[in-house]
């Protein structure tokens, strides 16, 4: 599972969203195609369209959650409780281990006048001063520490 965490990282390294490089580094045990996956997870980076809401690394974890969990079943209550439950497991190891979900509060930036952010190029400048390569990382290695316990079990 460490390369999976070390994907992730790479792959926000090289250019992709939060988001796009948390699933698609679990996205094959899913049989998730690479595209598929990067296209549905694209709008989730920046907290969410660059809203800095819900951080794009959860949002990954909570689409693998769907993926892992996720019913498609109408009405099927019991799935979605189960759903549900592992997604607040999530939130609640990647708030403990961050201090929140919020992409906003992560970063330590508030909006604009406009209520907009301006993305910044991706330098070693960037890096240093933002955490989320180390945010990558945590999603992806809390997705993963969900899976090996679930194989242990």
Known sequence: MEDRVA???ELFKSGYNCAQSVVTAFGDL????????LRMSA?????????????????G?????????????????????ETYRLVRELAAGFRQKNGSI???????????????????????????????????EDAAALFADYLMTKECN
Not at 43 to 59: N, Q
Not at 104 to 128: M, P
């Open 7 to 9: 994907k992730a990282v």
């Open 30 to 37: 899913y049989e998730l195609p690479v595209e598929l996956g």
């Open 43 to 59: 709008p989730f980076g920046g907290g969410i369209g660059r809203m800095r809401e819900t951080c794009g690394a959860v949002c």
């Open 61 to 81: 974890m909570f689409i693998l959650a769907g993926l892992e969990r996720g019913t498609v079943v109408a009405g099927d209550s019991r799935g979605k409780n």
């Open 102 to 136: 919020c992409c906003g509060e992560l970063l330590g930036i508030k909006k604009g006048e406009d209520g907009s952010y301006i993305s910044e190029a991706r330098t070693a400048a960037y890096y240093a001063k933002r955490p989320c390569v180390k945010i990558v």
